[in-house]
């Protein structure tokens, strides 16, 4: 790893792990779905559709295999004749027009045996160590059927429509790490193509998006055999949907040393740009092309929803004013295009300029992805002194210090987990009854200003382990402050409780992180996005375009 000798300071975590902040992210080079296509293109993958079993009528099971140098993984796809009225977004929905696993392996035909009884179900059904993501998906009805029709007369689709909705299928769930008889990531995470974060779920939409538009090539030609294919470009520029709600942001409080890692990865990169020394005329003109190229990106984005519509007229705002800024030639280093950018911009147009900024150094960025991960393992510190804990929490959680706990809105949410689907909810403390009670430990900073008043009354030299054995209540709260005092990028410094506080901005961090965009919000508590957009297929990936799709050409 390349040494810096005057490397810029990282971003404070008062700044970047503010809800407001968080909620404008932009994905970058250390985004998931990055890591993977760089690693598909440095270890020259193989992909094959090593079954195709889709009838006339659309409905049957296909493999598609990714070969990589050591193992093989199968995404075992099954598609269904789905009636509109069973189609839903919501994760209570009990059937889909496509169902999937990643396979460990090559599948046996007693495997897809196994598969086609129990995948289609989805928590319903059972799957086990072979099988390492379970996902399901749900088509764009519209612009399914304008695409069958338009390839089956032998004509290409209308660009615009296309680009308007962005995919012919969205996800619901893109299930790993155990759940539901998955393979526990804990056994796959020292495998090199595994051990960056979410890497076998991103190669689960990578593997579903080449089967979703081979099936609606497939189901034009059912229609007329001399139906055309997608123009290439056009195929490209669609990717797979998803819809992500309240279920995802928990994990951002669960996982306070992963989600240090993700930051702090992203923070020295850009520390690194930052301090660069040099910045010369072709530097200049590449990154003028790069903004150009993101003003594209910005133009293509829809949204409907009022936060998210203020924040595009804020960043086509921002990308305005950057391409001016850029094409008056007046930049003189990496370090002075940020500082501008904090000084001219909206958080929407900063977070993306940082994006930018990493864009053109791959040489000292990527192998940052190694440093990404995190078994979550922590054991408490039992020597450490309440008087050192107390410094702790006064470093950490002094923007809470002063909130006024009893008031209302500052406890008006409440995180529990719904009975019906173990997925976390959201309620309103003081309008649903009894909800209080279910209550899961997801607003950190209120329970660090408690256990800091509880903590008043010991004595400073008392040690944690003595304070822990005589009343472990605030045991989990003890837990986070000496992590975070470690790891500074590892507690959100906001109150996840607020009344004003929104989920969205939670789900866009973490979404970012996985390399998505085009942020939909569809009310303050789900939103959609879209994940591989421009990305090349497996059959059209070459060392040129495996990490130089992502901003449109």
């Known amino acids: 790893m390349r040494d810096f000798d005057d490397k810029a300071e990282l971003r404070p975590p008062s700044q970047v792990m503010r809800l407001a902040r968080m909620g404008c992210g932009h994905p970058h080079r250390l985004s998931f779905m990055r890591i993977l296509m760089r690693r598909i293109r440095d270890e020259a993958w193989r992909f094959e559709v090593s079954d195709w079993q889709i009838g006339d009528d659309g409905v049957g099971h296909a493999v598609y295999a990714a070969i990589t140098p050591q193992r093989t993984y199968s995404l075992v796809a099954f598609a269904h004749d789905l009636p509109a009225e069973k189609r839903s977004d919501r994760v209570i929905a009990t059937a889909w027009d496509t169902t999937f696993v990643l396979f460990d392996g090559v599948p046996t035909q007693a495997d897809v045996a196994r598969l086609r009884d129990n995948v289609p179900r989805q928590e319903a059904g059972r799957v086990c160590e072979t099988e390492l993501t379970l996902s399901r998906a749900n088509r764009s009805v519209r612009l399914w059927a304008h695409v069958v029709e338009a390839l089956s007369e032998g004509r290409q689709p209308d660009a615009e429509l296309l680009t308007e909705v962005g995919y012919l299928m969205r996800t619901t769930a893109v299930y790993g790490s155990g759940k539901f008889g998955c393979q526990d990531r804990a056994m796959i995470a020292d495998r090199p193509e595994f051990r960056a974060p979410f890497q076998a779920e991103m190669l689960t939409v990578y593997l579903i998006r080449a089967f979703v538009l081979d099936l609606v090539e497939h189901m034009a030609r ?318 059209e990936l070459t060392p040129e375009n495996a990490d130089n799709w992502f901003y449109p050409a």
């Not at 909206?346 to 977070?351: D, F, I, L, R």
């Not at 909130?403 to 976390?424: C, F, G, H, I, N």
């Not at 309103?428 to 950190?444: H, K, N, S, T, V």
């Not at 965009?517 to 059959?539: E, K, V, Y």
């Open 222 to 539: 059912v229609r007329n055999a001399a139906a055309v294919k997608l123009d290439p470009a056009l195929r490209r520029s669609l990717g797979i949907g998803n819809s992500t709600g309240l279920g995802m942001a928990p994990f951002i409080m669960n996982h306070p040393m992963l989600i240090n890692n993700w930051v702090a990865a992203r923070e020295e990169a850009l520390a690194r740009v930052r301090s660069l020394t040099t910045f010369t005329p072709a530097d200049q003109a590449a990154f003028a092309k790069l903004v150009d190229r993101a003003v594209a990106n910005v133009a293509a984005w829809r949204s409907e929803h009022p936060v998210q519509v203020a924040k595009l007229a804020d960043l086509k705002a921002d990308v305005a004013k950057l391409q001016a800024f850029v094409g008056a030639g007046q930049i003189v280093s990496w370090d002075g295009i940020y500082g501008w950018a904090e000084d001219a911009l909206s958080a929407e147009g900063c977070e993306l300029v940082v994006s930018l900024l990493l864009e053109p150094h791959g040489e000292f960025v990527d192998e940052l992805a190694d440093c990404m991960a995190s078994d979550e393992h922590w054991q408490i510190d039992g020597r450490q002194t309440v008087g050192e804990l107390r410094a702790n929490l006064e470093e950490v959680y002094g923007f809470a210090e002063f909130t006024d706990w009893s008031a209302r809105e500052e406890q008006a949410r409440v995180w529990y987990t719904s009975q019906e689907k173990l997925e976390p909810r959201l309620g309103e403390r003081f309008e649903e009854d009894r909800i209080a009670g279910y209550e899961q430990p997801l607003q950190p900073a209120r329970d660090a200003c408690a256990l800091w008043q509880d903590l008043q009354q010991t004595p400073a030299d008392m040690s944690v382990s003595d304070y822990l054995a005589a009343d472990p209540t605030y045991r989990h709260a003890v837990r986070r402050a000496q992590i975070t005092s470690r790891l500074p990028y590892a507690e959100v410094r906001d109150n996840t409780i607020h009344a004003t506080m929104l989920p969205i901005d939670l789900l866009r961090f973490k979404l970012a992180f996985f390399g998505a965009r085009h942020f939909d919000p569809r009310s303050d508590r789900w939103l959609r996005i879209n994940m591989f957009a421009g990305a090349p297929f497996p059959h």
